[in-house]
Each structure stands twice: as C-alpha cells, then as structure tokens.
C-alpha cells in the first residue's frame, strides 16, 4: 500500500533516539525527507547518516524542544533546507529519577522541580514545536502532528508519577489541538498521538532483562504478565502505526490516541 509519504517533509524530535530513530528510518524508506531534531546532536547525525537518504534529503539538528527559541532556529534550519514542513512528529521524551517513587523516595519528598521538569520533558516537549511548526501549518491550512505519548499516560504505572501524569497531558493535549486546528485553521490539519506499550530499548534494558541470561528481572516479569502478547516491544513494530497515522491513509482520523502494547491497555488483569 503507497502511503503517500514520498516527497513530504518531516520533523522528528527525538530521532536520535531508540524508536523515533525507526520512525525517521521509515519515513526515510517510504521516500519523506527526514530532519532528526534532537538535544543530542551526535545521536542525530549517526541517525541521519545510517539512513538510506540522498544526502540533501536527510538533516540533523541540534535542538532543545524545550527552548522556544531553539525550536524556532531549528524550525529556520529546517525550512531553510527543505522549504516547507509537512508533518511533525513530537517524540522527545523520557524521565528522571528525582520524579519516580523509590524506597529512597517518598511521593511525600518528590520535588515539584524534579516533577515539572518530569511533565515538562513529556508535555511542553510536544507543545513547543507544535506551536512552531502549527503556525506554518495554519498558513498553509495543512499539515500532520503525531505526540509520541505512552500507556502510561492512560492509566498510571507505580512509581513514575512526573511520566505518567506528563503523558495523561500529552494524550489531553492531542484531543485538544486536533479539534482547535480543525476549527480555527483547517479540516486538513490532523493531531494525533500514538502510545507505546513496554518497549525495550538500550536505555530500559537494565530495568527489564538480565543482560547475561536474557531472563527477565522482577519488574519485566511482572511487566509481561499484564502484556497478553507476553513479550516486551520492539522499537520497529511502532513504525507501522506511526507511518499510517501521519499518511493520508489517516485522512479522516483526528485526535486519536493509538495504542501500540501487545495488549497491555486492553488487559484488566483477569
Ligand atoms: P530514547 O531515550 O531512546 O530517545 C529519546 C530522545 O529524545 C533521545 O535521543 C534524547 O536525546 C532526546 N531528547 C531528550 N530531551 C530532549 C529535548 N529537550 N530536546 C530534544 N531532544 C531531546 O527514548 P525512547 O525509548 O526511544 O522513547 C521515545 C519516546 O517514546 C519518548 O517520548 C518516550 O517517552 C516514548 N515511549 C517510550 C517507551 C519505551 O518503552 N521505550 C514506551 C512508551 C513511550
């Protein structure tokens, strides 16, 4: 199926990391033009050199989409490069310790600097840019937002509040812009997010598996028994729904949050 992706430009923050990296792979391998807008500049530019691209169609920029005014000088790279912007992808994201309970840690002790930077990193991380980009988007009177949010983000996980509560508004958010940009700007302009499941990557690994045995620890375990699939994710099966959800396969799907997790959401544990 041709997802009409070939020739569009796309924005996505957080592609030097684990699964916004194979989202920009996909859109890379689908024809888009590619800018990997991340905080880590290097992790962008390994990303963007793996890619498959004709150089001029694959970018790395350096940009802190927390910093409206980073994320504009990367938005004026951006253009500047490739002209326009199609489709933005908010996947910068992730969180601290200093937000997440621990017996080192009460919910009574948690900081609210530690917290909002939490919420921050996962909310104002999919504002920022969309702000930025939406407003070329409402010249344009077209355009794609996805949020990479979580299941976190519907029902809360133990321990990491800042996330969770930071993905609940990220999903909150999605609902909300779909329906200002379709109302104030354009029927064309769609806002959608989609929500992982338990996906393992380098980063979580340690949390999750025994790097000798492969087994799993106490909390994969426990993860895994609420997964129906009973297996973690892999980074590359979030591509599908996030190539089909920026596509114009999507055309009638606004504010949707989509799951991708084996199940977990679905799962009430009985
Ligand atoms: P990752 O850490 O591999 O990638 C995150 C990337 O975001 C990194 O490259 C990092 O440098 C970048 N980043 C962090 N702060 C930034 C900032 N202020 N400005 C620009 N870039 C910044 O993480 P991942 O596991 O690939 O997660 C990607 C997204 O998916 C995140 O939003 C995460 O919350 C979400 N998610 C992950 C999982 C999972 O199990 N891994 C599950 C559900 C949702």
């Not at 990303?47 to 001029?56: H, N, T, Y």
């Not at 609902?175 to 992982?196: C, D, G, K, T």
């Not at 609420?226 to 055309?251: I, Q, T």
Request: net charge negative.
């Amino acid at each position: 199926m041709d997802l009409g992706l070939k020739g569009k430009t796309a924005v996505v923050t957080g592609g030097g990391g684990a699964i916004c990296g194979e989202i920009a792979k996909g859109l890379s391998e689908e024809g888009a033009r590619v800018a990997v807008w991340d905080l880590d500049f290097q992790a962008a530019k390994k990303k963007v050199e793996s890619l498959a691209a004709e150089p001029d169609d694959a970018l790395a920029v350096e940009c802190d989409v927390l910093d409206k005014k980073s994320v504009e000088r990367a938005a004026e790279q951006t253009i500047g490069h490739f002209g326009t912007v199609d489709i933005l992808i908010n996947g910068a994201g992730g969180s601290r310790k200093e937000a997440t309970t621990s017996p080192d840690l009460d919910f009574f002790d948690i900081g609210t600097e530690a917290l909002s930077w939490v919420v921050s990193l996962n909310y104002l991380s999919a504002v920022i840019p969309s702000q930025v980009i939406g407003r070329l988007f409402a010249k344009k009177k077209a355009g794609v937002i996805l949020n990479i949010s979580s299941v976190a983000g519907f029902r809360p996980l133990t321990r990491s509040i800042g996330y969770c509560n930071g993905k609940a508004a990220t999903n909150s958010f999605t609902q909300w812009l779909a329906v200002h940009m379709a109302q104030n700007y354009s029927p064309e302009i769609r806002v959608n997010a989609v929500a992982p499941g338990f996906i393992l990557t380098e980063q979580n690994r340690f949390l999750l598996q025994d790097r000798e045995t492969g087994q799993f620890t106490e909390r994969g375990e426990k993860i895994v028994g609420f997964v129906p699939m009973a297996r973690l994710g892999r980074p590359e099966e979030v591509v599908g729904a996030a190539l089909w959800a920026v596509s114009e396969r999507a055309g009638f799907v606004t504010g949707a949050v989509i799951s991708v997790d084996g199940g977990f959401s679905a799962y009430s544990g009985v």
